[in-house]
């Protein structure tokens, strides 16, 4: 790559040694090209159209910021208001009002100018999630010729769901501006590709791209991973006991922002339901992590409020002066500590209602003892189970289903967790995370051949 590696994203990695997934999967990429990584700064503020610098090494951080409004506009409104339930499934939960979109779109138009005084001609562009889907529309009308990829990190929405937007078929005419569309799986390119081939301004072409008015675009899947090895080490970790001195003999884990996409009072039902059934001698635990998120948002405030009513009934009907069936953990763990937390645990609940990709699950498995690993229960609606299959793979609505299946968890022999393990592991080992965003930079600078069907063939594979 001639060029530098132009990341744009909603959040911004802050601090001397950001951490995320994102920032892992990013930061090799960003220094080898002496990249630049353009963000929303955590404070709201004025730029006056100016980035601010962020002190980093190996690559540029520049950060503009989001006036009140805009937070609660183009942030809180359109973004996770609108954008956020209608990819998850949850169009009941759409709020549309005009001065969000309007002011979804301002902001877009105003990063567009912004990054645009930044680019050189050789960069590639790489644009982050549903918050900024209208950029490269709005970075074409600037001028802007560089090949600007898209990777959407949630689901991408059902068909029928898309006339809800206010301008249902401006959707896809944003996307079409950009050279690659990036999502997580291959059911979310069918979707993606449906809705294309609804639009009658879009035609399929024979390299196996779209063509849309007059420009092209591509759409492929990538699937999201974790640093492997770093995970691992961070478990294998000789540290005291993360429980302290009162840690349960038996326990299942669950690990999520406090989000409705993730299915958590359906879990806390469905373990309410095992303890009805268990063997009367077990007396296992859940520990739920869920860090807060959006909380500004009416219906996360509802979550919180029914997970946290749910957690004392089942407390209350179950628990003992020794043994709490539940312990809800309404903030973030350190990583470390996770990993060992995950490691300890027999099992671990994944039970998205919808899902992008769902990194737990891969943490889990990464984090396991092979000669002793737990048991993944995963819904088949988190975008991670069309590969790993050989999870305890659940319905998410049926409370009976995961129940049984926690009892299965709790119960199974360890021969049968030893190969679940196996293969689970090397689904996380094939999808590491460097191998994603080396594969989504390399296919974003490298056209396929038009020559034949052969050589387009012959393109795909190598790619």
Aim: one cysteine or more; a negative charge.
């Amino acid at each position: 790559m001639s060029g530098r590696l132009v990341v744009i994203s909603n959040r911004l990695p802050m601090g001397d040694n950001p951490s995320g997934g994102l920032v892992v999967a990013l930061h090799d990429a960003l220094t080898q090209s002496g990249g630049c990584w353009i963000g929303a700064h955590p404070e709201t503020g004025s730029d006056n159209g100016q980035f601010e610098q962020i002190e980093s090494v190996g690559y540029k951080r520049l950060a503009f910021r989001l006036s009140d409004r805009e937070f609660e506009q183009y942030y809180l409104g359109y973004a996770n208001s609108v954008l956020w339930p209608l990819c998850h499934r949850r169009p009941d939960l759409v709020s549309i009002t005009s001065d969000a979109y309007q002011c979804y779109e301002e902001v877009n138009r105003r990063v567009a100018r912004m990054v645009a005084s930044e680019l050189d001609p050789d960069d590639l562009v790489w644009v982050h999630d549903y918050h900024f889907i209208p950029l490269a529309r709005e970075l074409r009308a600037l001028g802007v010729e560089n090949r600007i990829g898209m990777f959407l990190h949630i689901p991408f929405p059902v068909l029928a769901d898309l006339s809800i937007l206010p301008d249902p078929e401006e959707f896809a005419d944003n996307l079409a501006h950009y050279n690659l569309i990036g999502l997580q799986t291959r059911g979310d390119v069918a979707r993606c590709l449906e809705m294309f081939r609804d639009d009658p301004r879009a035609e399929f072409m024979t390299d196996a791209s779209i063509k849309f008015r007059d420009r092209r675009t591509m759409v492929r899947s990538f699937p999201i991973g974790i640093d492997v090895a770093g995970f691992k080490a961070d478990a294998e970790q000789e540290m005291e006991d993360p429980f302290g001195a009162s840690g349960p003999d038996l326990f299942a884990i669950g690990v999520d922002r406090l989000d409705y996409s993730k299915g958590l009072p359906n879990r806390f039902r469905a373990f309410g339901r095992y303890l009805e059934l268990r063997p009367p001698e077990m007396r296992p635990c859940l520990v739920q992590i869920a860090p807060p998120t959006r909380q500004e948002v009416r219906a996360y405030q509802d979550i919180t409020e029914e997970l946290q009513g749910l957690t004392g009934q089942i407390n209350g009907r179950f628990a003992e002066l020794d043994w709490t069936p539940i312990r809800f953990i309404n903030r973030s763990v350190d990583r470390s500590r996770l990993a060992r937390l995950y490691r300890q645990a027999r099992s671990c609940l994944v039970t998205s209602l919808a899902d992008g990709m769902n990194l737990v699950a891969k943490e889990f498995i990464a984090a396991q003892d092979p000669a002793d690993p737990g048991v993944l229960i995963l819904s088949r609606f988190a975008g991670v189970a069309e590969d790993m299959v050989d999870a305890l793979l659940v319905n998410p609505y049926d409370i009976d289903d995961m129940a049984r299946a926690i009892d299965r968890a709790f119960q199974m022999p360890l021969e049968e967790r030893q190969e679940r393990h196996r293969r689970c592991l090397a689904v996380v080992e094939n999808s590491d995370v460097a191998h994603w965003s080396a594969n989504f930079v390399h296919v974003l600078q490298t056209e396929p051949p038009t020559r034949d069907f052969v050589s387009i063939m012959q393109w795909h594979i190598a790619n």
